[in-house]
């Protein structure tokens, strides 16, 4: 059994980041795997990095749960929307505010801790562009930025990621095709 953490790095509930992000749980739980999902704008928690890496800002309740979620996981599994060519400001902060004690400390002495070594990733990104275009003419920024700069900064390998497009436009039955799609990668935890 491995254990999945999954985070929906999204400012409104109930939306299909949401349901990918449960449908990547479901999968991997009839997999027999441990999966918690942590969904953003469930969360309590201060977005904002008050310190600026200079003062270790402490965890509210939510972020340590996530954090000790994260810590476990084998695998880490992000969700989000892409809005302004980037990630959603609540899941940017999440990230910041989650990792920050960990950054901080070490960078101080000129080190640079793969505080996530050893584990794999998966990285959903909805859009309403096509995905194609996102990735050819728009060169996927936001998803090599989370990749190269985040996960495989902090060990993530492999980062795998899925990218689906014209998400208003695709209508009920292709987002229940996405959706299985999703409990297929769950199962199978890639």
Same mark, same amino acid.
């Given at each position: 059994?491995?254990?999945?953490?999954?985070?929906?790095?999204?400012?409104?509930?109930?939306?299909?980041?949401?349901?990918?992000?449960?449908?990547?749980?479901?999968?991997? $739980? %009839? @997999?027999?795997?441990?999966?918690?999902?942590?969904?953003?704008?469930? #969360?309590? &928690?201060?977005?904002? !990095?008050?310190?600026?890496?200079?003062?270790?800002?402490?965890?509210?309740?939510?972020? $340590? %749960? @996530?954090?000790?979620?994260?810590?476990?996981?084998?695998?880490?599994? #992000?969700? &989000?929307?892409?809005? !302004?060519?980037?990630?959603?400001?609540?899941?940017?902060?999440?990230?910041?505010?989650?990792?920050?004690?960990?950054?901080?400390?070490?960078?101080?002495?000129?080190?640079?801790?793969?505080?996530?070594?050893?584990?794999?990733?998966?990285?959903?990104?909805?859009?309403?562009?096509?995905?194609?275009?996102?990735?050819?003419?728009?060169?996927?920024?936001?998803?090599?930025?989370?990749?190269?700069?985040?996960?495989?900064?902090?060990?993530?390998?492999?980062?795998?990621?899925?990218?689906?497009?014209?998400?208003?436009?695709?209508?009920?039955?292709?987002?229940?095709?996405?959706?299985?799609?999703?409990?297929?990668?769950?199962?199978?935890?890639?």
């Amino acid at each position: 059994m491995k254990r999945a953490v999954i985070i929906v790095g999204h400012s409104r509930a109930g939306t299909f980041c949401e349901a990918i992000g449960e449908a990547y749980r479901t999968g991997a $739980e %009839a @997999a027999g795997h441990h999966a918690q999902i942590f969904v953003t704008s469930k #969360l309590a &928690f201060d977005p904002i !990095l008050r310190g600026a890496y200079v003062e270790v800002q402490p965890r509210e309740p939510d972020l $340590e %749960a @996530a954090y000790s979620a994260l810590r476990a996981a084998d695998h880490i599994v #992000l969700v &989000f929307p892409l809005w !302004l060519g980037t990630l959603p400001a609540i899941l940017k902060g999440f990230l910041e505010r989650i990792l920050q004690p960990e950054i901080i400390e070490p960078a101080k002495t000129g080190q640079f801790v793969k505080v996530l070594a050893g584990r794999s990733a998966r990285v959903v990104v909805t859009m309403g562009m096509p995905g194609w275009i996102y990735r050819w003419w728009f060169g996927a920024h936001a998803l090599k930025m989370l990749r190269r700069n985040i996960l495989e900064f902090m060990g993530v390998s492999p980062v795998r990621s899925t990218v689906i497009g014209s998400v208003e436009q695709i209508g009920p039955a292709r987002r229940a095709r996405w959706l299985a799609e999703m409990r297929r990668l769950g199962e199978r935890l890639s």
